[in-house]
């Protein structure tokens, strides 16, 4: 797919507003999608029409973590009855996987710093978690990338950890000691055994699910009898992100449903969880990596990084609430 040139590829996988506005329901490159809360009957409202306004982006990166955020989404609703905001309709299932199996993993050494946060607080989330544990013998990691986390949960005492990553370059770029480990696969139901796991981990992955109940029906199945699920989200109605309204950049092509306090709480119960804590973060976040994150034009922070490069103030840490959320569900009997 990605031998094409960068506008053939945007030609073939891109539309523009007035398309996604129609209904689509015979066109095979979409599909709509239901709110995962109240079902497919449920009325909604619209929010904002489709952005795409792909100037810059890299076609490899067009589903790829930790690329600088641009301005473009599927049409964003919000559910009359729930309020669960999701995106609708949406590339069809079979091009998404595609997407997200060629992406590009980016590793750029200048943010180096940031992912030492990210594992930082990540391990601080586990161990957390970890207290609501009988045994620490098996982990696993949903859209684990490289598997910096299942080296970081091996340090923490877990005897065995797997990771599932669909992701071809970014399982390539895995350290040989853990690459084993990694299934390079998109998760699905029959990919482990029943009652397998002591804790699932998934970190920004629920808001990238087309069916986020089959998929914790799936987790639900794997996991030991009181087993635990640790999570962590965007949190859409956290203050700053709704100030900002559409230009929030938590409305972006891979984010088909968004979750708050009450819709991450209710989307666990109704699959067979009991939310035991959830809470907005408090993460640290390197100044270059706050930049990239920043909702400003892509090409102006483009020159505030290149600035910042070879500079020890790049690396300076913030304290800041980004609009992250970290949630830990037990499973119960049903």
């Known amino acids: 797919m990605f031998h094409h040139s960068k506008e053939k590829y945007i030609k073939e996988f891109m539309s523009d507003t007035n398309h996604l506005l129609q209904d689509l329901t015979s066109d095979p490159s979409y599909q709509t999608v239901p709110c995962a809360l109240c079902g497919p009957e449920a009325p909604y409202d619209v929010l904002y029409p489709s952005r795409f306004n792909y100037t810059g982006i890299e076609p490899k990166q067009l589903f790829s973590a930790r690329r600088i955020p641009a301005r473009l989404h599927f049409r964003i609703v919000r559910c009359q009855q729930c309020g ?13 996987k595609k997407l997200y199996e060629e992406s590009e993993f980016i590793d750029d050494p200048f943010l ?18 970890s207290s609501y544990l009988k045994c620490k013998d098996n982990l696993l990691d949903i859209g684990c990338g490289n598997g910096f986390f299942l080296k970081a949960a091996k340090k923490l005492g877990f005897k065995n950890v797997c990771g599932v990553e669909p992701g071809k370059d970014a399982v390539q770029k895995a350290d040989p000691d853990i690459r084993p480990c990694i299934i390079n696969e998109t998760f699905h ?28 029906k799936n987790i639900y199945e794997i996991l030991k009898p009181g087993g ?8 859409v109605k956290f203050l700053p992100a709704k100030l900002l309204g559409e230009r929030n950049p938590m409305f972006h092509i891979e984010h088909l449903y968004l979750f708050d306090m009450s819709t991450i709480r209710k989307i ?3 699959n067979g969880f009991e939310a035991l804590y ?4 408090l993460g640290s976040y390197t100044l270059a990596h706050a930049i990239k994150m920043l909702p400003m034009s892509g090409a102006f922070k483009k020159i505030l990084l290149n600035g910042l490069r ?9 304290k800041l609430m980004a609009g992250d959320m970290v949630t830990i569900g037990k499973k119960v009997r049903k």
């Open 84 to 96: 669960l905001i999701y995106s609708n309709p949406i590339y069809n299932t079979s091009k998404i």
């Open 112 to 129: 180096q710093k940031q992912y030492e946060n990210i594992i930082h607080y990540y391990e601080l989330q586990l161990k957390k978690a």
């Open 189 to 216: 139901k029959g990919l482990f055994e029943k009652e397998s796991f002591d804790i699932v981990c998934f970190f920004h992955v629920l808001d990238h699910i087309i069916d986020p109940g089959d998929f914790l």
């Open 228 to 235: 635990i699920v640790l999570l962590m989200t965007h949190n």
């Open 268 to 270: 666990l119960s109704k």
């Open 278 to 281: 959830n809470k907005d973060l």
């Open 310 to 318: 070879g500079k020890s103030i790049a690396d300076l840490n913030i």
